[in-house]
């Protein structure tokens, strides 16, 4: 009936004596074009609602293939109804443009297929990774590189079948691409390391899109925002975009923190030489007190321990790890344990150590301090025979060491 249409139409055309034969050609084609947009307003109205039918059953690949197919199916509509106007038209005209009318259908009818098939491997990676429509959503990143990889893969295929729909020899057109593809290889070799790097990223999964990474050989840190066949985008925490040739992965080495089980805490904290007596029960409460924190993961390694005898402190080592990976979390908990610590020192009567000096003069050197600095004129006081004085940080009469140690005032007995 389809193939008939047509020849129906040119019967009517030429019984029809009303009007001459150019009106009655443009009022059938004019009809035509009306008809078929009415037809494509039902047709898209049609699949529309059945698509609302789908949507209530609990299998989402019916839904997927309906909206996938519904805007093909009024393409489909309107490439029909244009190719009878247009045959109509040429059968009473010259024009070339109609010679193609074969041409173009067949080739219409490849693009509608290829435009459905496209669209239906783009819903099947929404569902693929979609939380709320599958019970195991898939990796993103794999789905991704597959649907990318079987979109090429009709691509190419619809290309060769237009070709040869258009008259050209498939063989011919494969033959000119073994051979060319030496020479492109060559001239691109830049361009196919990176097309094999997203291949290779792809198939090893070091990262996906949403992980941070970060590589201590480049300059690179960041969160992944789009892993291409050529680009890697890497969102840098200053905000800017950062994009990364694929084939620079194959080189490097590149640490995944998202995928750490853990955050460490690793401080070294130092009480005052004064303190060391009550050092093993400050060590010993705080042992105690990080084995009961609801934060503080117990099946990892926890070790708080004296440490060594520093310049000016007595250090302990504090080494644990948290249960939270995330970053403003983690800190919340590290200030947390911090506070705590410092609460146990503080409670022990102890004190946090800081950097500090004592200074040892030789016997006869003597100290002024600052009450006796000076004479009750005013005047700077002398000296007493036999000994010198001895202004520390360069002020005169500075009593900065006073009390420090009896050593420290230089007076003789």
Do not use: C
Not at 237 to 265: G, H, Q
Not at 375 to 393: K, T
Request: charged letters at 20%.
């Amino acid at each position: 009936m389809i193939e008939e249409t047509p020849a129906i139409v040119n019967t009517w055309i030429q019984n029809w004596n009303l009007l001459s034969q150019s009106w009655r050609v443009g009022i059938v084609v004019f009809a035509l074009v009306f008809g078929t947009a009415v037809v494509a307003y039902i047709a898209s109205y049609t699949v529309r609602l059945i698509e609302r039918r789908f949507q209530k059953t609990d299998n989402a690949w019916d839904d997927a293939l309906l909206h996938a197919a519904r805007k093909p199916v009024v393409a489909f509509v309107w490439l029909q109804g244009v190719y009878w106007a247009a045959e109509v038209a040429h059968r009473y005209s010259e024009a070339e443009i109609f010679s193609v009318n074969d041409t173009l259908l067949q080739v219409g009818f490849v693009w509608l297929l290829v435009w459905t098939v496209l669209r239906f491997i783009k819903q099947g990676e929404e569902i693929l990774t979609s939380p709320l429509k599958m019970k195991k959503p898939m990796d993103y990143t794999t789905v991704n590189a597959v649907s990318k990889l079987s979109r090429a893969v009709v691509i190419i295929t619809a290309v060769l079948i237009a070709l040869q729909s258009l008259g050209y020899s498939i063989s011919g057109v494969l033959a000119f691409g073994g051979v060319g593809g030496i020479a492109v290889g060559f001239a691109a070799k830049d361009l196919l390391a990176n097309f094999f790097g997203g291949f290779i990223i792809h198939l090893d999964r070091p990262f996906k899109v949403g992980d941070w990474v970060r590589s201590p050989d480049r300059n690179i840190e960041g969160i992944v925002e789009h892993i291409g066949w050529r680009l890697t985008t890497v969102r840098t925490f200053d905000k800017r975009p950062l994009y990364v040739p694929n084939a620079v992965f194959t080189t490097i080495s590149v640490e995944n923190p998202s995928r750490m089980l853990n955050r460490r805490i690793s401080e070294t904290i130092g009480i005052r030489y004064a303190d060391v007596s009550g050092m093993a029960e400050i060590v010993a409460d705080i042992r105690t007190m990080l084995e009961n924190h609801e934060d503080i993961d117990q099946d990892q390694t926890l070790i708080v321990n004296f440490l060594a005898f520093n310049a000016s402190s007595l250090d302990i080592m504090i080494y644990t790890f948290t249960r939270t990976i995330e970053w403003v979390r983690f800190h919340e908990v590290k200030q947390d344990v911090l506070l705590k610590i410092s609460d146990i020192i503080e409670g022990h009567g102890a004190e946090v150590a800081f950097p500090t000096r004592t200074l040892h003069l030789p016997d006869g050197v003597r100290l002024a301090s600052d009450s006796a600095g000076k004479s009750d004129s005013g005047e700077p006081a002398s000296a007493e025979p036999g000994s010198s004085r001895a202004p520390v940080d360069g002020s005169e009469g500075s009593s900065e060491t006073k009390g420090d140690s009896a050593e420290a005032t230089g007076e003789s007995s």
